[in-house]
């Protein structure tokens, strides 16, 4: 396969970083996003095999800076051929947002933040890297989660803009299709990374393992794994597709 290249949002950590490892790992050029984390994206890419890898920075709730961002990575890259969409928040600073627990600001403060990274960034992204393949196609994964489906109570900013990512890729995948640009998803549950090993080492790690009749949670190459694929040539059929990565835990018909 010609060496493409790959922007990872949010891949200087945990399972971006395993995405970014899997398609350098491949043979493609890699531009390692990050917001806050410069050390960790420049000892990625030092580390990632080939070469021609670029190191490109924004906060994803800033639309400018995430234009920007990507006109780097495909400037750095010679080109843009997949997007995956993979940064994102569960709430500011993980916090839980229920409805009784927090006054009226403070509610629309979590929705507001949660949406701009994980919604909007997500869409400004696909926007500004959808005009370096309109000519050439491409692939755009996102990285969703199983909170879409099941819901999340706790969370709920965090839940619906899960849900209304697969919304937006599934309306994209039909409007960009003309153009060779396939979009597809892949909804995991939960992953054990670096960020994650204090609730897994902690009273409710056993629990959190049992949800899933493997009684263990993912790891991130297992994720990575299947975005891969989704942003295979011989994967363009799978448009539209939500693969539910999640170990059985949650099961939707």
Do not use: C
Request: charged share 20%; aromatic share 6%.
């Amino acid at each position: 396969m010609t060496s493409r290249a790959i922007l990872v949002t949010g891949s200087s950590r945990g399972l971006g970083r395993a995405i970014a490892t899997r398609f350098a790992a491949s043979g493609d050029r890699v531009a390692v996003h990050h917001r806050d984390s410069a050390s960790h994206a420049e000892s990625l890419v030092a580390s990632l095999p080939g070469e021609g890898h670029v190191v490109v920075q924004a906060d994803m709730a800033d639309a400018t800076g995430v234009r920007r961002m990507v006109d780097e990575a495909a400037a750095g890259l010679g080109g843009l051929d997949v997007l995956v969409n993979n940064a994102g928040i569960y709430g500011p600073v993980d916090r839980p947002h229920p409805v009784f627990g927090l006054d009226y600001e403070q509610w629309q403060e979590m929705w507001r933040q949660t949406l701009d990274v994980n919604l909007f960034g997500s869409a400004n992204a696909t926007w500004a890297a959808a005009q370096h393949m309109r000519e050439r196609g491409g692939r755009i994964i996102n990285v969703t989660s199983r909170g879409a489906f099941r819901g999340e109570p706790d969370q709920p900013a965090y839940g619906a803009s899960k849900a209304a990512m697969n919304s937006m890729g599934q309306s994209l995948a039909v409007a960009l299709a003309p153009y060779g640009i396939a979009v597809a998803a892949v909804a995991p549950g939960y992953i054990e990374t670096d960020m994650t090993n204090e609730h897994l080492k902690s009273e409710r790690g056993d629990a959190i393992r049992a949800q899933s009749p493997y009684n263990r949670v993912a790891q991130p190459d297992e994720i990575a794994a299947a975005v891969h694929w989704l942003a295979s040539p011989e994967a363009q059929w799978a448009s539209g597709t939500i693969i539910d990565l999640n170990g059985a835990s949650y099961l939707r018909t």
